[in-house]
């Protein structure tokens, strides 16, 4: 009788530390997911940037070849404008999850 309660505490051991393992690899695995889904996105903004100032120097090259500026340059400032508010919103996020551990 001894031997059989022995293996039930033995299993019943076993599976509540496999439990906590499974349990713990799963939070992980979420963190890994969120931090992932961020660098996606920081990624997209990254490009975003770069075609915003490609847009501002376009247009600057043209006014300078023209000697004037013309809508071309409205353009491009609204362009990159809507990108910095696109960046300061990612970072605004970001820095609220890592402070309120989302």
């Known amino acids: 009788m001894e031997i059989l ?12 530390i496999s439990g906590l393992v499974v349990r713990k690899i799963d939070k992980i695995d979420k963190k890994q997911d969120r931090r992932d889904e961020s ?5 997209v903004l990254i490009v975003s ?3 915003a100032i490609g847009h501002l120097s376009e247009a ?11 809508g071309e340059m409205e353009t491009a400032f609204t ?5 910095t508010d696109d ?3 990612f970072l ?6 890592k402070n309120h551990g989302n």
């Open 5 to 16: 309660t022995i293996i039930i505490s033995v299993f019943g051991v076993g599976g509540i």
């Open 87 to 89: 960046l300061n919103a």
């Open 79 to 83: 362009y990159y404008r809507g990108f």
């Open 49 to 51: 940037g770069l075609q």
């Open 39 to 43: 660098r996606v996105k920081e990624n």
């Open 92 to 97: 605004l996020q970001q820095n609220a999850e």
């Open 60 to 70: 600057t090259a043209i006014a300078q070849k023209n000697g004037h500026t013309n």
